[in-house]
Nanobody, 124 residues
Framework: QLVESGGGLVQPGGSLRLSCVAS????????VAWFRQAPGKEREGISC??????????TYTTSVKGRFTVSRDNRKNTVYLQMNSLKPEDTAVYYC?????????????????WGQGTQVTVSS
């Protein structure tokens, strides 16, 4: 139901924009979170955007604040994660996630609907 895209190989300092598209429900009604999992590490929540009716409020974890921006385009039923000033430590598989009936960003562990992930590699 959720499909991520936009990952790839980028040099340090570069940018990527990830997309998260829903095929069977309307993303505008849901909070959408972005997570990542680096090799050998646990999956971590990095950003979240609340539903459009909740003013699409955004939250970021400290490690990405000021570099990443989450946004939504309701006409395309898509949520984006714009990633700038990428660092090698941003290398990970990135996932978007939702939770039925959840409009506000809450604890990271409430999300149960996941995409398949997209690989981001930051390397020179």
């Amino acid at each position: 139901q959720l499909v991520e895209s936009g990952g790839g190989l980028v040099q340090p300092g570069g940018s990527l924009r990830l997309s998260c598209v829903a095929s069977e429900f309307t993303l505008a009604y849901h909070a959408v979170a972005w997570f990542r999992q680096a090799p050998g590490k646990e999956r971590e929540g990095i950003s979240c955007i609340s539903s459009s009716s909740s003013e699409s409020r955004t939250t970021y974890t400290t490690s990405v604040k000021g570099r990443f921006t989450v946004s939504r385009d309701n006409r395309k039923n898509t949520v984006y994660l714009q990633m700038n000033s990428l660092k090698p430590e941003d290398t990970a598989v990135y996932y978007c996630a939702t939770e039925p009936l959840l409009a506000l960003c809450r604890d990271w562990d409430v999300f149960t609907n996941w995409g398949q992930g997209t690989q981001v590699t930051v390397s020179s």
